[in-house]
């Protein structure tokens, strides 16, 4: 059994940063795929961006070139950056976990196993 728990969510004006944190305990870290997904209210969860086991990464359209994925597996820990943050990026933030061996999808909200319990992240104008 997996448990994450996210956490830096919270307010920031357009333009601003934030930096997501994900710790992860009860399993072998660094055998894990680790996905970001976000809600908006009254909309479906949506991919935002996953790094592999062996560190692929990988991003939606939306936030290409302004959020970076990475993960410590030191530390159990997989990181959003997020620059130039836009009020369309606010929405609650979710990680997950899955395992990263015999093929995946990592754009797939059904293909995660463990999820956090998510982190407000809100964007004003």
């Known amino acids: 059994q997996v448990q994450l728990v996210e956490s830096g969510g919270g307010l920031v004006q357009a333009g601003g940063s934030l930096r997501l944190s994900c710790a992860a305990s009860g399993g072998t870290f660094s055998n894990y795929n680790m996905g970001w997904f976000r809600q908006a209210p009254e909309k479906g969860r949506e991919f935002v961006a996953a790094?592999?086991?062996?560190?692929?990464?990988y991003y939606a359209d939306s936030v290409k070139g302004r959020f970076t994925v990475s993960r410590d597996d030191a530390k159990n820990t997989v990181y959003l950056q997020m620059n130039s943050l836009k009020p369309e990026d606010t929405a609650v933030y979710y990680c997950?976990?899955?395992w990263g061996f015999g093929g995946y999808e990592v754009t797939n909200s059904h293909r995660y196993d463990y999820w956090g319990q998510g982190t407000q992240v809100t964007v004003s104008s």
């Open positions: 997950a976990s899955q």
């Open positions: 790094i592999s086991w062996n560190r692929n990464t």
